[in-house]
């Protein structure tokens, strides 16, 4: 019987701004053998997230860049066949930061959990039970502390951040908008996660339907893309408003900085308040979100949308398809079976 081989996707060049396919290469490689103390887990859904451009730019922001040659770094789902941990055990399934790759030795550092939600979709645990929905629920409860009777904003509305603040704000009470880009995405933001108004950017004239859809001002705005969506809500805030900067997808380059209108007027003269977000500053806490966010999903609090494509081929051109607006909900590579 042959022996299985370990497809890997390896960084084949540094891209100056998004990273395209090119830039990638799949390289078959061993099966990694188990050293004391590591977990071998067999890769089933590879994680899609915007913050992988800044990971393979040459310019660290909050993690250093992969190194060229190095297997992409990314959030993975997969089912441990070998262990030499005592804390797993074959069988159990399990998400972590495992690589675009079939299977990957780690030690325990390397994995955030075990996946206990079993009676729900193993898919979700890389979207609205993993990063996706533990950054919507700190970044909007911690960061934007909304309160009931407030307008909040959110822009890539229909994404999987976006979408999943949006659901929760209305949970607690808040009256919503949805920006994204496109008729489809922004049905999707009105009928399935429940925006009170939803605007395509894409249509023209962003002020005036933002005028229209919140003509009290804007209490909360969580920010995916900054730019000019961000700049035309800017306009809107009330006083005291507090402004989520959770990503910059707008952007295609920050070096140079792109020259734009200033913000300080509108927070000094409105005492609004702007603050990043990395949800990995909330490590200690993902369990509680994460039994929040399993708790709405099966009361019918919370839905979600997920694209899944199939073949590791797949993952070196999906960054760029992000960014390109391509996908309709979270995106997912799926490398293996489930059962095994």
């Not at 061993?30 to 992988?52: H, K």
């Not at 911690?142 to 704000?169: D, F, M, N, R, Y």
Request: hydrophobic share 40%; proline share 6%.
């Amino acid at each position: 019987m042959s022996q299985p081989i370990n497809r890997q996707v390896r960084l084949k060049s540094r891209p100056s701004g998004i990273p395209q396919a090119e830039h990638f290469e799949i390289v078959a490689a061993p099966v990694p053998e188990l050293r004391e103390g590591q977990v071998l887990v067999r890769n089933i859904y590879l994680s899609v997230d915007p913050a992988m451009r800044g990971w393979v730019n040459a310019a660290a922001n909050y993690s250093e860049p992969v190194p060229i040659g190095a297997v992409m770094r990314s959030f993975a789902t997969g089912r441990v066949v070998a262990s030499r941990d005592p804390a797993y055990a074959p069988g159990d399934y399990v998400t972590g930061m495992f690589g675009w790759q079939d299977y990957a030795a780690v030690h325990a550092a390397s994995i955030d959990r075990k996946i206990v939600e079993r009676d729900l979709p193993l898919s979700t645990s890389l979207g609205v039970l993993g990063l996706n929905g533990v950054t919507a629920y700190f970044g909007l409860l911690e960061v934007g502390q909304p309160k009931a009777g407030e307008t909040v904003v959110v822009s890539t509305a229909s994404g999987a951040v976006g979408s999943c603040v949006g659901q929760i704000a209305k949970l607690v009470g808040c009256r919503t908008v949805g920006i994204a880009g496109g008729a489809e995405k922004v049905r999707l933001c009105r009928e399935l996660f429940r925006y009170d108004e939803a605007i395509d950017y894409k249509a023209g004239d962003l002020d005036h339907a933002l005028a229209a859809a919140c003509p009290e001002g804007v209490d909360v705005y969580f920010d995916n893309t900054a730019g000019s969506i961000t700049d035309a809500v800017m306009k809107r805030l009330r006083p005291h408003a507090r402004v989520v900067i959770c990503g910059t997808a707008s952007i295609s380059a920050w070096d140079p900085p792109p020259e734009g209108p200033r913000v300080e007027r509108h927070l000094l003269v409105k005492r609004a308040r702007m603050q990043g977000f990395v949800v990995l500053d909330y490590a200690d806490r993902y369990h509680e979100a994460l039994e929040a966010l399993a708790g709405w999903i099966r009361e019918g609090a919370i839905d979600y949308r997920e694209e899944i494509v199939d073949g590791i081929e797949h993952a070196p051109g999906s960054i760029a398809a992000l960014y390109r607006g391509e996908n309709l909900g979270k995106r997912l590579v799926r490398i293996a079976s489930e059962s095994g």
